[in-house]
């Protein structure tokens, strides 16, 4: 009971919609009837009720525009959709006006657009995701393909070193032969050993150089080279 005084005698806030019975303190309407065309609060919409007790009055939460949903010209409530008009139209338009046109219930209308919209938003999910699927394949592609490039190029660099290295241990194992070579007291030794090509080690320095020097180069342009030109500068 006191539950139902608070809610009866809630005066209206902001925002609130009033009640259009109450005189003087205006209360917080709580619903508006459309035949009628008023907001009531809680304890006129009770009275409301009882005096209309039987008879189908369409009840709707409390509004402000309740205007627009009632026909200007006939003061009845807008029920009808009149698709040859796209307009929303009271029954007596229906009968005069809009008489011989294509219509239809208010709420057979928005079914039908609320269905036409939801396939629609369907529609579109189903392309999305299927975007956004071939956008990841797309991506693990060209991920996977980067990192194919990237192997390919270590892989050629690694070889690289390693021929660098043997020709690096050729040349140390020949350096130290060359001076045991350069305090023998033998001379026709010697001179058999420079014949035979043993003390021509020019070449085989500079072929170490240069190996060292593709690395180098190798190296460098993995730094700064885009990804893509890779394959064409290892094959080239």
Request: hydrophobic fraction near 35%.
């Amino acid at each position: 009971m006191l539950l139902f005084l608070l809610t009866a005698t809630l005066e209206s806030g902001p925002g609130d919609v009033e009640c259009d019975i109450c005189t003087g303190t205006k209360y917080k309407a709580i619903k508006s009837c459309l035949v009628c065309l008023n907001s009531y609060c809680q304890n006129h919409l009770e009275q409301h009720d009882h005096f209309f007790k039987g008879k189908k009055h369409n009840l709707m939460d409390a509004t402000c525009k309740l205007q627009e949903v009632i026909c200007r010209e006939h003061d009845k409530l807008l029920d009808i959709y009149c698709r040859t008009d796209q307009q929303c139209i009271c029954y007596l338009c229906g009968m005069d006006a809009h008489k011989n046109h294509d219509t239809v219930t208010a709420v057979e209308e928005r079914m039908e657009t609320q269905r036409s919209a939801l396939a629609a938003v369907e529609d579109s999910e189903k392309i999305f995701t299927e975007l956004i699927r071939s956008i990841e394949r797309r991506r693990s592609e060209f991920t996977q393909r980067i990192r194919d490039q990237e192997k390919a190029a270590v892989s050629r660099a690694e070889g690289l070193l390693r021929r660098l290295e043997q020709e690096i241990d050729d040349l140390r194992r020949t350096d130290t032969e060359l001076e045991q070579l350069s305090h023998t007291d033998n001379h026709s030794n010697f001179l058999k050993v420079v014949d035979c090509g043993l003390w021509n080690v020019g070449p085989l320095l500079f072929n170490g150089c240069a190996k060292f020097l593709d690395i180098g180069r190798t190296c460098n342009t993995l730094s700064y080279t885009p990804i893509q030109s890779i394959p064409n500068m290892l094959n080239g």
